[in-house]
């Protein structure tokens, strides 16, 4: 198992970049992937939109469970090493899928604008 060392939020916390204790194997993720492919979304089978500009708010350990991401849509999941090397591993095809899926439903990456009534 690969032992996660640190965490670095870039790019105004839309970029995640996981270090390991083995200094060949370093991670980078766009927050809309993990936000995308979090393991309570895959679970739910629902296609999501919307979250080209989706931040991290925060990084919390769970301890043997893993990590808890906290997004700024208040979603929250916990994600194992298991989930970030398969992440890793698979990243190539799974952006093209995720893509793909949105093409097929006619839905978008831009984020939603939300419009007030001042009236």
Aim: glycine share 2%.
């Amino acid at each position: 198992m690969v032992n996660i060392t640190r965490f670095i939020l870039q790019k105004n916390n839309t970029a995640l970049t996981i270090e390991t204790e083995q200094p060949t194997t370093q991670w980078q993720f766009n927050c809309e992937y993990l936000r995308a492919f979090s393991p309570a979304q895959v679970a739910s089978q629902q296609v999501i939109s919307h979250k080209k500009g989706v931040r991290l708010n925060t990084i919390e350990n769970v301890g043997k469970h893993g990590f808890r991401l906290n997004f700024n849509d208040d979603h929250s999941c916990i994600f194992t090493h298991d989930t970030f090397v398969q992440l890793a591993e698979h990243h190539d095809s799974n952006w093209q899928k995720y893509l793909s899926l949105l093409a097929e439903n006619k839905l978008s990456r831009e984020e939603k604008i939300d419009i007030l009534n001042l009236s």
